[in-house]
């Protein structure tokens, strides 16, 4: 019975320290008290010197304290804590129950944001035609750069820089002799190749436009303004007033350059801006009010659409009146369209390139290729000058000076000609604008390397050089993978009407690639095919 007894209390002992042995390991903070009975209590970090203070051990040993201890400290709720600063997946059921959304630690979910592309404020637009890509030149001087962008009727991107120099002077050109690049947006003219130039201007030689009515308005004076190479090192800030390149470079970027159409735009330092939609809003009204006041506008109407201190020439609007009464009467149309095709500016000062389109739903007319220079003016945009960068191929006589006139009286005679009227569709849809633009866009497909648009200007029946089709489109092929580039101008273009509905078309061909040089002339014969004019005979000479 005793032994049963002793051996009892000794489980009880056992018991006992086995609890407060638990409490030290579960409860970190508490230690042995220095009294004979074993006790814990806390001790602040901050407080390790201080005596402890005695608790009585029925305190600490309850069930129900150490559940509460417990409930502290426990590993598991560790382990939660730690769950919770990590980074949860988003839309996570699990961690949006373990922590309320507002009182949430997690990131915050950032919401992707568009991005804002920025480009040269000098891009405005560019009119692609058949989704084409138009090609842009743009010279910054602080830099010492040229830049070639492209334009595929949504977005200007930037396709390659190069180094250049311009002007030995700072600053913009002012007066011949003046050592100063001018700034502004200009047009190639001519092309003027090695063997027709000074040792100085390496391989190739670009004139512009330079000056134009803007740079004449403010009594600038100087002329020759190029794009060429170089037979020297180039050094920045080394020419006359002209931009130059390394040979190589200039003879990389020739087949990007189409007279009269690509511009080169000089500022002395770019300035970065979001697509400027509303400058090209803005100026398409413009020449929307244009398009009414000519056809069907007064005067006043015309006059309107230029700025207070520029006076265009309104000589010919009279004999234009008159015109358009006649064709009225008659119960005839002519239509009349500007249309822009290129849209830039440096500074304050836009430029917009347009084409002239006269005619009806039957016949149409090439009236040539203006310049419109436009500022704002109150809030508006007007008009401060324009001047004509292609010329129309009919040209005005003596009597009448405007050459826009001179078009419009010839379509005019067209149109109320009772002959022209019994004429077949065929025949009076035939126009040299219509075929011009057939060969403009077909050597451009030539130069780009795009043999399918090329091949798309052929009729199947087409033969040349005992080749038919299939074979003259392989051995293109072959010379597109054999040259680094093509480059394929045209001039002097002349139109015949052959026999049946057939047109012969002849002008210069200037042919120019890595590896071959020619210039001939070139003579193709176009036929209706589904609609469409088809080249389906072609013949070369050279000179």
Not at 85 to 101: D, F, I, R
Not at 139 to 147: A, H, P
Not at 183 to 200: A, N, Q, T
Not at 518 to 537: C, F
Request: net charge positive; proline share 4%.
């Amino acid at each position: 019975m005793i032994q049963t007894v002793l051996i009892r209390l000794s489980i009880k002992d056992i018991v006992s320290v086995f609890l407060v042995l638990s409490l030290m390991v579960l409860v970190p903070g508490y230690v042995f008290s220095d009294q004979t009975e074993k006790t814990v209590q806390p001790v602040k970090a901050d407080e390790s010197a201080k005596l402890p203070e005695v608790t009585k051990p029925e305190e600490v040993t309850k069930p129900e304290e150490v559940t509460k201890s417990e409930e502290v400290t426990k590993p598991e709720e560790i382990t939660k804590l730690e769950e919770i600063t990590k980074l949860a997946p988003e839309n996570s059921a699990q961690s949006e129950q373990a922590v309320p959304p507002e009182k949430s630690i997690y990131k915050e979910e950032i919401k992707p944001q568009p991005v804002v592309k920025k480009i040269p404020n000098s891009l405005i637009y560019m009119d692609t035609g058949d989704e084409k890509i138009e090609y842009v030149l743009l010279v910054e001087k602080r830099t010492q750069t040229l830049f070639l962008y492209s334009f595929d009727n949504r977005d200007f991107k930037e396709i390659v820089r190069f180094r250049c120099s311009t002007g030995k002077k700072a600053g913009d050109k002012t007066r011949k002799g003046d050592q100063r690049t001018p700034e502004g947006v200009y047009f190639f003219k001519k092309i003027h190749e090695k063997k027709h130039l000074s040792p100085i201007y390496g391989i190739r030689a670009f004139t512009t436009d330079y000056p134009n009515i803007i740079d004449r308005l403010a009594k600038k004076t100087g002329s020759s303004i190029w794009l060429h190479g170089t037979n020297k090192t180039l050094k920045a800030m080394d020419s006359n007033g002209c931009v130059a390149l390394e040979d190589s470079d200039l003879d990389g970027l020739s087949s990007y350059i189409t007279l009269d159409r690509t511009p080169i735009i000089v500022v002395d330092a770019i300035e970065y801006d979001q697509y400027d939609f509303q400058a090209k809003k803005e100026i398409f009204d413009v020449f929307a009010e244009l398009n009414h006041a000519f056809q069907s506008g007064s005067y006043h109407d015309w006059l309107d659409l230029f700025h207070p201190d520029y006076l265009p020439d309104i000589s010919w609007w009279p004999e234009w009146n008159n015109m358009r009464k006649k064709l009225s009467e008659s119960g005839n149309i002519l239509e009349f369209e500007f249309k822009p095709v290129v849209l830039a500016r440096t500074g304050d000062t836009y430029v917009a390139l347009a084409g002239q389109i006269a005619g009806n739903s039957e016949i149409k007319e090439n009236a040539g290729v203006k310049k419109f220079f436009l500022k704002k003016n109150s809030g508006r945009f007007k008009i401060v000058g324009d001047e004509y960068q292609v010329f129309p191929k009919i040209t005005a006589s003596k009597k009448n000076k405007e050459p826009l006139l001179a078009v419009l009286s010839n379509l005019s005679r067209k149109i109320s000609t009772p002959e022209e009227k019994s004429s077949t569709v065929a025949e009076r849809v035939i126009s040299d604008q219509a075929i011009s633009k057939i060969i403009e866009d077909w050597a451009k497909a030539w130069s780009a390397k795009d043999i399918d648009k090329y091949e798309s200007f052929y009729a199947k029946n087409f033969r040349s050089n005992r080749k038919n089709l299939k074979k003259w489109i392989n051995h293109k092929r072959r010379l597109n993978k054999k040259y680094k580039f093509i480059n394929v101008t045209i001039d002097g273009f002349k139109i015949e009407k052959a026999r049946k509905n057939d047109m012969i078309v002849s002008f210069v061909q200037n042919y120019r690639s890595s590896g071959y040089n020619a210039k001939g002339r070139k003579e193709l014969i176009l036929k209706p095919e589904n609609g469409q004019w088809k080249i389906y005979r072609e013949n070369w000479k050279r000179k």
